[in-house]
Nanobody
Framework: QVQLVESGGGLVQAGGSLRLSCSARGLTFSNYAMGWFRQTPGKERDFVAAISWSGGSTYYADSVKGRFTISRDNAKNTAYLQMNSLKPEDTAVYYC????????????????WGQGTQVTVSS
């Protein structure tokens, strides 16, 4: 059974930083591209960042480019999202997702999802 478990969310002041982690079990992690998405109440889930299976390619939403960094450690079966210079509009539930082999900007393309972790940025 595949499990993706996010951690690292919390409450932070604007301008602060958080590092989210996504620990994967039950799959061959290095075969999967990883993505981060976020969702606020009443809105659709939005793409944040994605990383190829090797870690050699990364992709970002314009709204987070230059502030967020996605990375992965295949030896630890873990993906990360380093979030700096956080803004109140970054407040959301953040989800990690795994897609076999290739990255995508679209949540419907991902095969497995975590349960989400809340990030709240106060002004």
């Amino acid at each position: 059974q595949v499990q993706l478990v996010e951690s690292g969310g919390g409450l932070v002041q604007a301008g602060g930083s958080l590092r989210l982690s996504c620990s994967a079990r039950g799959l061959t992690f290095s075969n999967y591209a990883m993505g981060w998405f976020r969702q606020t109440p009443g809105k659709e889930r939005d793409f944040v960042a994605a990383i190829s299976w090797s870690g050699g390619s990364t992709y970002y939403a314009d709204s987070v480019k230059g502030r967020f960094t996605i990375s992965r450690d295949n030896a630890k079966n873990t993906a990360y999202l380093q979030m700096n210079s956080l803004k109140p509009e970054d407040t959301a539930v953040y989800y990690c997702a795994a897609r076999y082999y290739s990255t995508s900007y679209h949540d419907v393309d991902y095969d497995h999802w975590g349960q989400g972790t809340q990030v709240t940025v106060s002004s």
